[in-house]
């Protein structure tokens, strides 16, 4: 649509261009008409080359200007163009990673709904389930299921715990660091399994209520009965140290957050908070390396120049960095920082939610790329300037050579007349020595007589 648009602005551009010249043209060739019929040859001549240059003056400038214009539309045509395929190059690959983000909370949805399939897992039933989804995605840093365990079951539950792993004990961070026996708690949520299990033996029997902040994280997610995304966290890499997050999804009694019950709230679908907690089982959880998810989200793309930057901005007035995928296309560069390039350049700039927080993910042209191509604006302001170059050193060669021949007819003319002048001038003597002749004659006729 808009190189339809740019065509028809060309052309109403050459149209009135040629009317114009034409103009011109029969302009210039009625002043050499009118200035040949002047018999003054100094003031034609001053006269004709001071009005038949001002009109070649007039169409330069024309030409100049109309070239300037056309090689403006094209740079502002371009631009648009390659914004465009800026924007749509972009929107894919936030597609993508969006596609691949929304596939591990899959994972997490997957095993909650196992295990709300029984009302008992073993662990090897758990590991056997995980497994696949652990081959198949690299960004998984952890799958685990976490029970709810209250203050009065904890005994019961550590005994049945240690039937499939004899050394399972509920800990926390003690205050040097080390995992300690958890102390007491109303409620406990310890890390019953956890996959893989070499990567994370620590984590295993960890009792998340230790932390009050994970602890609010997890009483939020209970009372919402919704899967929730967890503020950005560090976990060790192939890379070193780098961001992921945790996604977890609350399980009921019953298989769903409000079990069916014979009552009111069986019937709207509603639950409180109060009965929510008495039916907990626990959460499903899984925790991602965010750089692992972007980079093999789009591992199957083309390179095409576009660095992307990830930022948190659930919290109103704070941004968290999160991860910068640099582009296959960008050489190393040792300015660039781990919080990622400035971006100077045009920015494409998309939020996506992430169950309960946003993430802002910024797009941006690696140099050299999705730059506008210089020659093609200057292939049309050189063609256009050096036509209308040529244009006017033919028309002053038209006009030179108009008063050339308007000069020489003019010295024709003057030195016809003056022949003329001289030749009726002899005839003039002539007649008036006939007339004497013949007078004399008579006069010799008369005396003879």
């Known amino acids: 649509m808009k190189k339809e648009m740019f065509s028809r602005y060309l052309r109403q551009i050459r149209d009135r261009s040629s009317v114009f010249l034409g103009t011109m043209i029969k302009w210039l060739s009625s002043q050499a008409q009118l200035s040949g019929s002047d018999h003054k040859p100094k003031a034609a001549d001053v006269t004709f080359l001071s009005i038949g240059y001002v009109p070649i003056v007039i169409i330069a400038l024309v030409g100049i200007t109309v070239t300037w214009d056309a090689y403006q539309e094209i740079q502002d045509w371009e631009h648009q163009r390659l914004t465009q395929e800026f924007r749509n190059a972009a929107s894919d690959r936030i597609l993508m990673v ?13 095993i909650s709904s196992f295990i709300n399939a029984s009302s008992k897992i073993g662990r090897k039933e758990y590991r056997k389930f995980v497994g696949p989804a652990l081959i198949r995605h690299n960004s998984i840093a952890a799958l685990e299921w976490i029970p709810q365990v209250k203050s009065a079951e904890r005994a019961s539950f550590e005994t049945d715990a240690r039937r499939s792993f004899s050394r399972f004990r509920i800990t926390e961070p003690g205050p040097e660091g080390d995992l300690i026996e958890a102390e007491l708690r109303p409620v406990h949520f310890p890390i ?3 996959q893989p299990y070499p ?9 998340l209520a230790a932390s009050s902040v994970t602890l609010d994280e997890l009483m939020e997610i209970k009372e919402t009965g919704n899967m ?8 060790d890499g192939n890379r070193g140290k780098e961001f992921g997050f945790a996604a977890r999804r609350p399980v009921y009694e019953g ?23 008495m039916h907990l089982r626990g959460f499903a959880a899984g925790i991602f390396h965010i750089g692992s998810i972007v980079d093999g989200a789009l591992e199957n793309l083309s390179p095409i120049g576009i660095d992307m930057v990830f930022h948190d901005v659930s919290d109103v007035g704070h941004k968290a960095y999160l991860y910068r995928h640099a582009s296959r296309k960008r050489v190393v560069d ?3 920082t781990v919080q990622g390039a400035p971006i100077d350049n045009e920015a494409f700039v998309q939020i996506i939610n992430m169950a309960n927080r946003k993430w802002e993910l ?12 210089p020659q093609r604006g200057w292939t049309v302001l050189a063609g256009g300037w050096a036509f209308t170059i040529l244009l006017t050193i033919y028309l002053s060669t038209l006009v ?11 010295e024709r003319t003057l030195q016809l007349t003056a022949t003329n002048v001289a030749l009726n001038k002899e005839i003039g003597e002539r007649t008036k020595a006939q007339i004497e002749l013949q007078i004399l004659n008579e006069t010799l006729e008369q005396r003879v007589e």
């Open 334 to 336: 040792k300015s660039v």
């Open 192 to 194: 019953l399994y956890v």
């Open 228 to 235: 929730q995304i967890s503020s950005r966290i560090s976990l």
């Open 362 to 373: 910024t797009c941006t042209a690696v140099p050299g790329y999705f730059q506008l191509a």
């Open 400 to 410: 030179g050579r108009a008063a050339k021949i308007n000069r020489l007819v003019t």
């Open 98 to 110: 969006q596609r691949e983000l929304d596939l591990m909370l899959g994972v997490v949805q997957d």
């Open 199 to 207: 990567n994370n033996k620590e984590r295993l029997g960890l009792d």
């Open 255 to 277: 298989g769903a957050p409000n079990p069916p019950v014979d009552d009111e709230e069986a019937i709207d679908g509603s639950m409180s908070t109060e009965r929510r907690g």
